[in-house]
């Protein structure tokens, strides 16, 4: 009986069948198909045959992992936002100085307390940022001047247009933008480009900044 079921082991082999669908179909251990079938020649056919249900097999686990990746990040995309649907946008005062404060922490300027210096090229970050620091301080929309930091082969003008929406700041309030030198060797169609905002008003600075010292202090 096992003489038969090597035999039938190694004609399936001669036809193209991987060690998996031999192991499956004649209920044997996949070292064993692998031990009777070592010596076996395959024909050109049997190998096209084994080479296409090989990348079958790894498109299958991939298109797997893909949709397990997802069902993931959809997961803790859901519980993210019904936890921050029961802070924002109601969050308080000294709270939004709080996300300011260590957003400014990461990407804002240091070298002065006479100024807030914000870059970022995060559309998403930049609105983040200010609505929490609009919140926290109480701003005035006059204090605020931009620049942005754009390629050759951005159009100012529509890119001012665009960070202006996004920060609420005037257009008479952006300077002249720097153009950084491009190579030309590669393009990205969806960066917006990087804006600076400064915002001058050296008590509002220096609040942030005695915050940013305080937080550094609490895990000494």
Known sequence: ??????????????????LREISEQLFIAKSTASLWTQNVEMPKSALKRLESRVKKCVIISSQKHIATTNAERDMFFGKAMKKIKNRFPNISVDESKFYTTLIYWCEGAKSTDNVIKFANSDPKLVLFFLAVFRKGFGLKLEKFKAILHLHEYHNE?????????????????FYHSYHKPHTGKRIKPDYPGCITINYYDKIVAREVFGLIKAFGQIYK
């Open 1 to 18: 009986m096992k003489l038969a079921i090597k035999e039938k082991a190694i004609a399936l082999r001669k036809r193209g069948y991987s």
């Open 157 to 173: 003008k529509q890119q001012i247009k665009f960070w202006s929406k996004i920060t609420g700041i005037p257009i008479d309030q």
